[in-house]
């Protein structure tokens, strides 16, 4: 290994926690794709896997690679049909005169009739489309006997993944890791003795070329509905040994280390209407040519370079108990037993990070409901981006953990949908500005989707919204404000100054509206009032940043202002809905009129006591029971209250061993032995939730004050965080010790001020002139 790599990995390890702390390991080899495989990315690809001794397995997927959209159906038209507004006016007369249940009834008989294109809750999507698999690589190995010394594991601190073993006296071990600045995921495979391997690729889509050229395996496929066309080369690169090619399966004899260079491509390209990308082969030509001289130390080196420079940002230390030594899979039993694990909460926060890191990355796909990882050609929800809170979530960790390049495939994203969700929101409701629903894919599919019950959902373009306003308020980047995160945010207020409704009293309700997923169809739910409400302020404060007074500004405070606010029911809860009508028995697993609690603004403890505790009366009477997700979006609920202790339940409640895979929405969420979270099934939503909520209870910022220990549960009385970041562009240090903070470090810009609460006081803060401030 060259000099410079070296001195890497002898930093790394210094770094505050030992390597053992931050890695997940295993005894056995992994059985399930969705509760043991362990997950490695590049950004680009998302892959598992097994660590099988006598053939190891590696299924991945590439972000772009979708079924349906406009080329799986002609009159796609993104889920749209002319003329749907049309019966918007009698639904809002009988919402008007209170009949819900009527204007329910023509909801589901005239829209549905109005969209050809919808998708079927769980079953077949049509031409909506599902992310796909690309693929499975399985690499036999020609030895044979009683294994010794097995152990997989997963190296947070390095991401690199390792599987090693001893057969008959010889040594077994092989490296993983996903190489982003090269875009190529390497795979290296070395022994004591030489070893012969067969190497076969398998996928469920039709073939087009499969070959052995100059070393490097092709394979070249299509999508079947939809023709897309796709591309995965693996360069193998050997010191000693004899390669040969027959029939599909690659052969390579007599070898000590082979190193596999991975890397895929498709024809889509994320461009509104056309989505298409005609050279996406010879990008695939340019990754495998740029590595072709590098070594596998030089993959290394580059990797470690790269990636050490977005982990090591953030370090994370608990005192108290830390069982590194037991298997992974173990620890989570007992963590559930009641066994405190202090180190398998920071492990838990920092698997995050890696996940982040490996599946967003900038340039490549925003994740989607299962992040890179995907195998199945037809998955749970479609493996989609839903926009009634998990895709949001997904990103939640994004810039409060320092990961702000990262948040970019998102923000992307969501400006791909501008277009379409105009569409939307002109043929469906005759309104202005851009709108997406509950069910949105790499297509621009932006319709309500009756086809399942909670399709519709007008609030979710207001909601991706507000993670442009975050990028910027936590970056300070006003260039980005102005050429991208104003323009879109202000197309999505414009919505919602065209779709609100006056009610009897004068005020703007959202008009139909359903709660997530809570509904059905009503006149005026909490969440779309609450999330109308923070667009428009966010578009009225970003106007203020950006020295723009004018008719819409006006407009949007004025109608900011006339919004129906958070309403108080008669048992003290929090209302859903316009109407009091909330069930105190119900323990639905969505809580989605809390927003305004979080993610959302508008309700604190400190400005609006009286709301804030309506909020603790709605979540008490909901429960803590849940899927994966709902467990994660209470344990930020609970932090902003200020009360830690509940928060830590929710993660333990979160960090509940799971090893069922069945399909459940209700009270069976948790966490798998691969710590990946069980919704069931596997969703990243709840891993990001859970490392959002860690951090709310460490640090908060929304309120304008840098908040220190808002909601420190007394299990973590002492530890040490380092490296988050606050709104304003901050980026802060903390150290506690009996519940208090006893020291810590903000830095930014050299001269910017603030003001920090430390140990219950507030007090302004001004950085001196090499940007910090210590106290």
């Known amino acids: 290994m060259k000099l410079k790599a070296l001195a890497l990995l ?188 067969e190497i076969r690729f398998k996928t469920p889509h039709a073939t087009i070329k499969e070959a052995l050229e100059d070393s490097v395996y092709i394979f070249q496929g299509k999508v079947a509905d939809n023709g897309m066309a796709f591309e995965t080369r693996i360069s193998l690169k050997k010191t000693d040994g004899n390669l040969s090619y027959k029939n599909g399966v690659v052969y390579v004899e007599g070898a000590k280390n082979i190193t596999l260079e991975h890397t895929a491509a498709t024809s889509f390209e994320l461009s509104y209407p056309k989505y298409k990308n005609p050279r996406f082969k010879k990008k695939n030509i340019e990754a495998l040519d740029a590595v072709a001289k590098l070594s596998y130390d030089d993959l290394i080196e580059e990797h470690l370079l790269d990636y050490s420079n977005l982990f090591n940002r953030v370090s994370f230390s608990l005192e108290g108990e830390s069982f590194s030594d037991v298997p992974t899979n173990q620890r989570l039993k007992n963590y559930v037993k009641g066994n405190q694990d202090a180190g398998l909460e920071s492990l838990y926060f920092q698997y995050g990070r890696y996940l982040m890191i490996s599946g967003s990355r ?215 809905w316009k109407e009091d009508v909330d069930d105190p028995n119900n323990k639905h697993r969505h809580v989605s009129h809390l927003y305004a609690l979080h993610p959302g603004n508008q309700i604190s403890t400190i400005e609006t006591p009286e709301l804030a505790e309506a909020a603790r009366v709605s979540l008490n009477a909901r429960g803590d029971g849940g899927s994966g997700w709902s467990r994660a979006w209470k344990i930020n609920f609970w932090a902003r209250l200020n009360d830690g202790n509940r928060a830590h339940k929710m993660l333990n409640q979160l960090l509940t061993a799971v090893e069922t895979k069945t399909i459940s929405m209700d009270n069976s969420g948790g966490t798998y032995a691969n710590l990946l979270c069980a919704h069931p099934p596997i969703q990243l939503d709840g891993n990001m939730g859970g490392v959002s909520g860690i951090v709310e209870m460490l640090l908060q910022s929304q309120s304008g004050i840098i908040e220190l220990l808002p909601a420190l549960p007394d299990v973590w009385e002492s530890g040490e965080i380092k490296g988050l970041k606050a709104r304003g562009g901050f980026e802060v240090d903390i150290k506690w010790n009996n519940g208090k903070v006893v020291a810590g470090l903000i830095k930014g810009k050299p001269f910017q001020k603030g003001r920090v609460k430390v140990n219950n006081k507030v007090k302004p803060f001004k950085l001196n002139s090499k940007g910090t401030y210590s106290f």
């Open 10 to 197: 002898i930093s790394l390890s210094a770094f505050s926690q030992q390597k053992k702390e931050l890695t997940l390991w295993y005894t056995e080899p992994a059985t399930d794709w969705m509760t043991e495989a362990l997950p490695i990315g590049n950004g680009y690809i998302g892959a598992m896997f097994f660590g099988g001794i006598n053939e190891e397995h590696i299924q991945f997927s590439e972000g772009t690679l979708w079924s349906g959209g406009p080329d799986s159906n002609p009159n796609y038209n993104f889920g749209i049909k002319e003329g749907a507004y049309k019966y918007l006016p009698e639904v809002r007369a009988l919402l008007k005169e209170g009949k819900t249940r009527e204007a329910d009834q023509l909801v589901k008989a005239k829209f549905t009739g109005a969209i050809e294109t919808g998708p079927r809750y769980n079953s077949e999507f049509g031409d909506y489309g599902a992310q796909q698999t690309m693929g499975d690589f399985y690499i036999k190995l020609n030895h044979s006997g009683e294994p010794s010394n097995y152990k997989r594991s997963l190296d947070l601190k390095t991401g690199l993944a390792e599987v090693s073993y001893t057969v008959n006296n010889e040594n077994y071990k092989r490296t993983y890791f996903g190489n982003y600045p090269s875009k190529v995921m390497v795979y290296h495979f070395e022994s004591s003795v030489a070893t012969n391997y």
């Open 362 to 576: 900038p340039n490549t796909m925003s994740m989607h409901l299962q992040g890179k990882w995907n195998d199945a050609t037809n998955p749970a929800w479609a493996a989609d981006y839903h926009s009634n809170i998990n895709l949001q979530m997904i990103y939640w960790p994004a810039e409060l953990t320092n990961l702000s390049e990262c948040h970019e495939p998102f923000l992307e994203y969501i400006e791909s949908l501008v277009e379409p969700g105009k569409l939307a929101a002109k043929e469906f409701f005759n309104a202005d500005g851009w709108m997406v629903n509950t069910m949105c894919n790499a297509f621009g599919y932006t319709s309500p989707g009756w086809g399942i019950p909670w399709g519709f959902f007008p609030g979710g373009a207001g909601w991706f919204s507000q993670h442009l306003w975050d990028h910027y308020d936590f970056t300070n980047n006003k260039q980005f404000l102005e050429d991208t995160a104003y323009p879109i945010m202000k197309e999505s207020a414009r919505f919602w100054i065209s779709y609100l409704t006056e009610d009897e009293n004068g005020k703007l309700v959202s008009v139909p509206s359903y709660s997530p997923e809570h509904g059905g169809i009503s006149s005026g739910a909490s969440m779309d009032h609450q999330i109308a409400w923070d667009v428009l302020n966010n578009c009225v404060k970003a106007a203020k940043v950006l020295g723009i007074e004018d008719d819409f500004t006006r407009t949007a405070l004025r109608v900011r202002d006339n919004i129906l606010p958070p309403q108080i029911g008669s048992w003290g809860q929090l209302q859903e």
